[in-house]
């Protein structure tokens, strides 16, 4: 990144930062006084406003990785943490343990309120001695993205019609127990939504549903839960609008194989709707005063279709460039779907990701209109456009990424949904035989699950999951 500027840096009025230490192991206050003081310089080079960190008494917690390992003296740092009034917190792990990594973000994200950034102490380590400039680059990027500023931003009209600001961007996606988690753990439904036309701040909602059907697979479609996790979404979206819904949602759905695809229309689709219908009565209108437009993608990442180019130098073959889109030849005629490779791998075969529009009430007739920097065009030009130029939007990376970010921020959501409920999932913890076996228990634990989830207002807000 060198000393690029960020679009939009946040400011950082109090921070500090903890060591993580294994048993056994020594504080050196003297490391990360200089590892503190190069992040901070690192935050301001890329243009946000950041003073010293703060003191605590406790910059060094010892923090086993063992799963019964008490957490008492990392609370204890915390509550000083918030006494101090501290909005951002700086933690530098000893090794990459998911155990101790999970209950660091259950505490800090769940339990405290309290935003902050993970790093491993080798990955900030360089040959010099000195922390490495591009592990404090990529840091910050999360940081500012935590904070609530804005990275990167794309040039004018990239975008078409989301740039009007009257167009939100979501992402779904389920993740599920494995067959090791303990019986009955639920999956959990993630959905982002994008706040405003930079597509820059993408608030998750997190939602527990039954885990197995009675064949014992998981439940991909998350039906039950999609109604109230969109109404959050427009709630946020209204506050930040003037009491305005958007005119369009544009939903990126991840996970569903083909033989979903008609359920997701009949069970998914539906629910959305419901979420968008007026509400004069509650002040909720969308800034034409018509219903709220929606288009249903479906973005599939494992299939085998892979693409090649002659290298005319070597007389082989090699990736193609970043940017490559096919919808003829091997794609079907119904539905609408098409293949994007949009980013240039660096190391062995790209593999594309394939787009399929299963619903469309926006693109067509966007496609339709002419705009002063455009003519009319194809609609499957137009959302390829659209769809590449978001894939270099994604918080965390300076280049295009290989899926569009709605359905990448969705799967992370997912992933930190996992560590909120990791007992479950890692099958150290189990519910009782009556949950299993009565459906009125099952329904009060899958309640209390839930307030696993739900997140303090102090980061509900926040890409805490980035």
Same mark, same amino acid.
């Given at each position: ?7 939009? @840096? ?30 901070? /310089? ?9 003073? /010293? ?19 008492? @003296?990392?609370?204890? +740092? ?51 001695? /000195?922390? #490495? $400039? ?11 993205? !935590? ?5 990167? =931003? ?22 599920? $127990?494995?067959? %090791? ?16 036309? !930079? ?8 939602? =527990? ?39 369009? &949602? ?25 979420? +968008? ?9 969308? $800034?034409?005063?018509?219903? =709220? ?19 005319? #130098? ?16 091997? %794609? ?23 787009? &399929? ?5 926006? &693109? ?14 194809? @609609? ?22 290989? &899926?569009? $970010? ?7 959501? +997912?992933?930190?949904?996992? +560590? ?31 307030? /696993? ?5 102090? =980061? ?7």
């Amino acid at each position: 990144m060198g000393n690029m500027k960020l679009e939009t @840096p946040a400011t950082i009025q109090k921070w500090t930062f903890v060591r993580i230490l294994e048993q056994g192991s020594k504080p050196d206050m003297r490391q990360m006084d200089v590892i503190a003081e190069a992040f901070r /310089k690192r935050l301001i080079d890329h243009g946000m406003t950041v003073l /010293k960190h703060t003191s605590i008494d406790n910059h060094f917690v010892g923090f086993s990785s063992r799963r019964d390992a008490p957490d008492r @003296p990392f609370r204890d +740092c915390l509550d000083q943490v918030l006494k101090k009034d501290i909005k951002f917190l700086l933690i530098v792990l000893p090794d990459k343990n998911a155990n101790r990594y999970g209950r660091i973000k259950i505490l800090c994200d769940k339990e405290k309120g309290v935003r902050n950034v993970c790093v491993l102490a080798g990955t900030l380590a360089s040959r010099s001695g /000195k922390p #490495n $400039p591009q592990t404090l680059s990529n840091l910050c990027l999360k940081a500012n993205l !935590k904070m609530g500023g804005v990275n990167f =931003v794309m040039p004018a009209r990239s975008l078409d019609f989301i740039e009007d600001n009257d167009t939100m961007v979501i992402g779904i996606d389920v993740t599920h $127990p494995s067959s %090791t988690s303990a019986e009955g753990t639920p999956s959990i439904a993630a959905m982002v939504a994008s706040m405003d036309k !930079k597509l820059a701040q993408w608030p998750a909602v997190l939602r =527990v549903q039954r885990g197995l059907s009675r064949q014992g697979a998981g439940i991909e479609m998350a039906s039950a839960n999609l109604k109230l996790m969109l109404v959050t979404q427009l709630q946020r979206w209204k506050n930040l609008h003037n009491g305005k819904l958007p005119n369009n &949602i544009l939903v990126f759905r991840d996970g569903i194989s083909e033989g979903q695809y008609r359920e997701s229309l009949e069970s998914e689709l539906p629910r959305l709707r419901e979420a +968008c219908r007026l509400d004069p009565e509650n002040g909720i209108t969308t $800034p034409s005063g018509r219903p =709220v437009r929606m288009t249903l993608i479906v973005c599939a990442k494992r299939h085998h279709t892979r693409f090649y180019q002659a290298d005319n #130098n070597g007389g082989g073959v090699q990736n193609p460039p970043g940017g490559t889109y096919v919808d003829r030849d091997i %794609t079907e005629s119904h539905p609408w779907d098409f293949y994007l490779q949009s980013h240039t791998a660096l190391k062995g075969t790209a593999r594309p990701a394939h787009y &399929i529009v299963l619903h469309d009430e926006i &693109i067509r007739q966007e496609a339709a209109k002419s705009r002063g920097y455009r003519a009319t065009m194809p @609609p499957a030009n137009l959302i390829a456009q659209i769809t590449h130029n978001m894939c270099y939007l994604f918080g965390r990376s300076t280049g295009s990424v290989s &899926i569009c $970010p709605a359905v990448y921020y969705a799967d992370l959501a +997912c992933s930190r949904a996992r +560590c909120f409920l990791m007992g479950l999932y890692n099958n150290t913890e189990r519910p009782s035989p009556a949950v299993l076996y009565s459906e009125a228990a099952m329904e009060q634990w899958l309640t209390g699950l839930q307030s /696993k989830l739900d997140l303090l207002r102090s =980061v509900e807000n926040s890409m805490f999951y980035i």
